[in-house]
């Protein structure tokens, strides 16, 4: 499996660790042309306002258009950048699944947490590192929860795109990478 990972800021290079520790070949992402050939896509957490301001008009349609016809995993940003509606403040997703996200809802850096949680992912608890991490307020008809934090979806599916407004590529949990592969391979649509 040929995995893009969006490599302008954040933590991208855990992600590429994690991936390429299950198998797959990673390509790091910062132009429209590294997307050619690619199978599916990370996007890291970081600043989703840098990182629209970082990916330019170019390179912007190009994830666009990749992440709604290709399987995508947004972390963290990554899920604010794949969000359909972004609020605190309203910024534009690219609607890429059928969520409302909030900016720094669970606070500052100071209020940072690891907590665990049961999820669909087996029956372990899943540790969940929250860093300045957004909440999801609302979830469409179509979405899937995968896992919950106090309540709230933290970890969330639609078709092929997947997104989890925690750091799991800071855990030693690698189920929820194995998650998105399995995505991958299935082709889910």
Same mark, same amino acid.
């Given at each position: 499996m040929? &995995? $893009?990972v969006l490599a302008l800021q954040g933590d991208f290079d855990a992600h590429r660790r994690r991936l390429e520790e299950? $198998?797959? @070949?990673?390509v790091l992402v910062r132009n429209p042309e590294d997307f050619e050939g690619l199978e599916a896509l990370v996007i890291p957490g970081g600043e989703s306002t840098t990182f629209l301001k970082l990916l330019g008009e170019r390179t912007l349609q190009k994830l666009s258009d990749f992440v709604h016809t290709k399987p995508s995993f947004g972390t963290c940003a990554g899920a604010i950048m794949l969000a359909r509606e972004v609020e605190n403040p309203h910024q534009r997703g690219l609607d890429a699944i059928? &969520? $409302?996200i909030r900016r720094n809802a669970y606070g500052r850096q100071i209020d940072s947490s690891i907590v665990e949680a049961p999820s669909a992912l087996g029956? @372990?608890?899943l540790e969940m590192?929250? &860093?300045r991490a957004p909440r999801i307020v609302r979830v469409g008809p179509e979405v899937e929860v995968l896992a919950r934090r106090d309540g709230d979806p933290v970890l969330v599916r639609q078709g092929r795109v997947m997104v989890a407004t925690f750091h799991p590529e800071l855990s030693e949990d690698k189920r929820v990478h194995e998650e998105f592969l399995k995505l991958v391979r299935n082709g889910i649509e």
């Open positions: 040929k &995995i $893009g299950l $198998g797959a @070949e990673v059928d &969520i $409302g029956s @372990e608890p590192v929250f &860093i």
